[in-house]
């Protein structure tokens, strides 16, 4: 039996003949393009979007009234480096700036000093709580933490401290996810050794500012649904999904616990309380507890992400809302987002300088407070639960009329 001529043509060589034909049929004169390679694939940090977005562009050098900043962290630095400093928060309108890095003991008048030496009136100082005590700190069972009467102790060293100048306590989140008792056993929040440090802290008219927790991505599992995974990757070490951790809501419920123990103590939460993704549940605790407040330091990629949410969460909750970066040192590159997400309506801006933005790739969007919870945000929520606040900012008001 005879063969067709096709019958001898490789498959290979018959798919290109049809495709040729197609082309011829279609009109086309030459044969059809060879197919381009596929893309080189790139890694997530070679990822680099820039938007062709075009949208109105506010540029904000200084806040629209004076600032006090309530979480920053200024460690050693020379005289020549203050006056430096405070340059910078004149031309910000940065009235004042609050220290979280005293420390209990014989090196807080250093801390102290170094700051409020040259600048009396820019300048103010929260003093860390101190669970070591007189034990050697690379030995947990000498630490004063394990001793009878902790609490008491610890409630005296902050007496001391306030009567060196300390306008307030820092408490990190060492307690809850580091901290552990004599049995290793992680310590919790409302733990009641506690207790006589924040009645004491209420005695003494002084508010604890304390972070505790970490962003919500932290605690869950570190797998492709996690939206800060590109962070985790590069900071495994702020991971907080592995055995043995505490969940983010047992925190701080038991951090809530204290705020109702303790009514005639005033608590600043950082990080808009370690829930900026769920201001509604956020609203909820500030409504069950009146001695609650919360700072926005370091939460500006959350919170602008959600500008409609939190511009109603801003003006319902005015009175408790206060101002901070978390930054070592204010610098025009950290404060201008938070201006303008505060006061502006801007689209679509980066709330970080850094190529990684630490709180994932997206940008945020401005809020346009009015006036009225812009000062109140700004300074004067500061000025009525931090000592201090007032006579400084009056000065700084003075001082900028003459």
């Keep these: 039996m005879r063969q067709r001529p096709s019958d001898h043509v490789p498959r290979a060589t018959v798919a290109s003949l049809l495709a040729m034909a197609v082309t011829i049929t279609s009109g086309a004169v030459s044969l059809a393009d060879e197919p381009s390679p596929s893309p080189r694939r790139i890694f997530l940090n070679e990822f680099r979007p820039v938007p062709v977005l075009k949208v109105q562009e506010t540029r904000l050098e200084r806040a629209k009234f004076p600032v006090v900043s309530v979480h920053t ?31 209990m003991g014989p090196k807080f008048p250093e801390h102290f000093q170094m700051l409020t030496g040259r600048h009396a009136e820019r300048f103010l100082v929260f003093v860390r709580m101190d669970h070591v005590g007189d034990g050697q700190r690379d030995d947990p069972k000498t630490w004063d933490l394990h001793k009878p009467d902790f609490g008491v102790r610890l409630a005296d060293r902050l007496t001391e401290a306030v009567r060196q100048g300390a306008a307030g306590v820092k408490l990190t989140k060492e307690l809850g996810l580091s901290l552990k008792d004599a049995e290793g056993r992680l310590i919790r929040p409302d733990d009641p050794r506690f207790d006589p440090l924040w009645d004491r802290a209420g005695e003494l008219g002084v508010p604890i500012l304390w972070h505790c927790g970490d962003p919500a991505a932290f605690f869950l599992p570190f797998d492709e649904r996690n939206e800060r995974w590109e962070h985790l990757y ?34 600043i939460c950082a990080h808009m309380a370690d829930s900026p993704q769920d201001l509604e549940q956020l609203g909820t605790w500030l409504d069950q507890h009146p001695n609650m407040n919360v700072e926005i ?41 938070h201006f303008r997400f505060l006061e502006t309506w801007d689209e679509y801006f980066p709330y970080s300088p850094s190529a990684f933005p630490p709180q994932g790739f997206w940008n945020i969007y401005g809020i346009g407070l009015p006036d009225d919870v812009l000062r109140k945000v700004y300074s004067e929520n500061a000025e009525r639960l931090i000592p201090g606040v007032k006579d400084r900012l009056r000065a700084f008001q003075t001082r900028r009329q003459d």
């Design 73 to 103: 962290h200024l460690g050693p630095l020379t005289a020549a480096e203050i006056d430096e400093q405070v340059k910078i928060m004149d031309a910000a309108n940065i009235a004042l700036l609050v220290s979280l890095d005293g420390r």
């Design 297 to 337: 330091s370091a939460r500006l990629g959350e919170i602008g992400r959600q500008p409609y949410t939190a511009r109603k969460f801003f003006v319902k909750y005015a009175d408790r809302i206060l101002f901070g970066t978390d930054t070592n040192v204010a610098r025009p590159v950290d404060l201008q987002p």
């Design 234 to 267: 590069r900071k495994q070490e702020y991971r907080l999904d592995g055995p043995g951790m505490p969940s983010l809501a047992s925190l701080l419920e038991a951090r809530n616990r204290v705020f109702a123990r303790h009514p005639k103590t005033t608590f």
